[in-house]
């Protein structure tokens, strides 16, 4: 069977540098094209969870929690945990804080890192998506290990300082050692997804932000770059964030002032930039994996 689902994961050695921000976007703009989007939240932290605005009982049947609840598959096989549908094309899975605890249970069992792979298996979820974006806690826990067998893209945001080369080396490394160690009888890797870097949070026109653009321009894999943006932090665990700007268009032009009109201005500048760069980010997307 031909599956068509792209699967993104978004990973990052870094907290805060808009893993889930980005996750979370990109899946209400490809679900807004048309495409239809599992978004998977393994962060433990449940910081995409909570974007979806589910009520207890959906959050309850489409933890992710319960498929990492046990070595042996018995909760796969029985399982009722589906996603739970968000809006228009857009489904979600979501996590608790226990995900964290999951690990220990799997401690020294090869068949760990394929438990997100059985359960995606099981619900048919390549078939039924366009595709399947999962954010993930900052670290190479079992619950992002299972994410980056299942990617054909590796999505990582790089913070827009310089600072942050430092975390694409490692990021690599890191990689690099994943790929050599889940290996199947023949030697070759489940771990196949093509890396791409994505520049957030950067700053608008600082000698350390051009640096940074310039470098990120030379390095392979980068496939572009959001300014720091107020309406992320502003639109954050309520909207999609080009909804939000659009709202400020609209509730601006509605009055006659100085002060409406440059907030108008302000915000059809960023619903520009920022969908620009969503759909850069989509056609790399589209060209990959
Ligand atoms: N381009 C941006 N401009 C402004 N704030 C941003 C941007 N991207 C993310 N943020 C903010 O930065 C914080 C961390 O982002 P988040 O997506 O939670 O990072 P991570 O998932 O990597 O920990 C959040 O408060 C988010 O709203
Ligand atoms: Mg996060």
Do not use: W
Not at 209 to 235: N, P, W
């Amino acid at each position: 069977m031909n599956e068509k689902a792209k699967v993104i994961t978004s990973a990052a050695i870094k907290g805060g540098v808009g893993k889930t921000t980005i996750s979370f976007n990109v899946g209400c703009y490809l679900a807004r094209q048309g495409k239809k989007v599992l978004l998977i939240d393994l962060d433990h932290q449940a910081s995409m969870t909570s974007n979806y605005h589910f009520n207890d009982t959906q959050k309850v049947m489409s933890d992710m929690t319960e498929i990492f609840a046990d070595a042996y598959d018995t909760s796969i096989k029985d399982t009722k945990i589906r996603p739970m549908k968000i809006d228009e094309n857009l489904y979600g899975l979501s996590t608790s804080d226990s995900l964290d605890k999951s690990g220990n249970l799997f401690m020294g069992m090869n068949s760990g890192v394929f438990v997100l792979h059985r359960y995606l298996n099981f619900i048919g979820a390549k078939d039924d998506y366009d595709y399947i974006i999962i954010d993930t806690h900052p670290d190479f826990n079992l619950a992002t290990e299972n994410a980056i067998v299942c990617a054909d893209i590796l999505l990582i945001p790089i913070q827009g300082s310089s600072y942050s080369f430092d975390s694409i080396l490692k990021m690599q490394s890191k990689y690099n050692e994943l790929q050599k160690s889940i290996i199947d009888i023949n030697g070759n890797s489940y771990v196949n997804a093509q890396i791409i870097y994505f520049g957030n949070l950067v700053e608008f026109n600082t000698a350390s932000s051009h640096q940074f653009i310039k470098d990120m321009q030379e390095t392979d894999g980068f496939v572009g770059y959001l300014h720091k943006r107020e309406a992320f932090v502003s639109s954050e665990k309520k909207y999609f964030v080009l909804d939000y700007l659009n709202n400020k268009m609209e509730s601006a032009s509605k009055k006659n002032t100085k002060s409406a009109e440059k907030e108008y201005t302000r915000a059809s500048k960023a619903y520009t930039e920022i969908s620009s760069q969503l759909d850069n980010l989509c056609k790399a997307f589209q060209q990959l994996g």
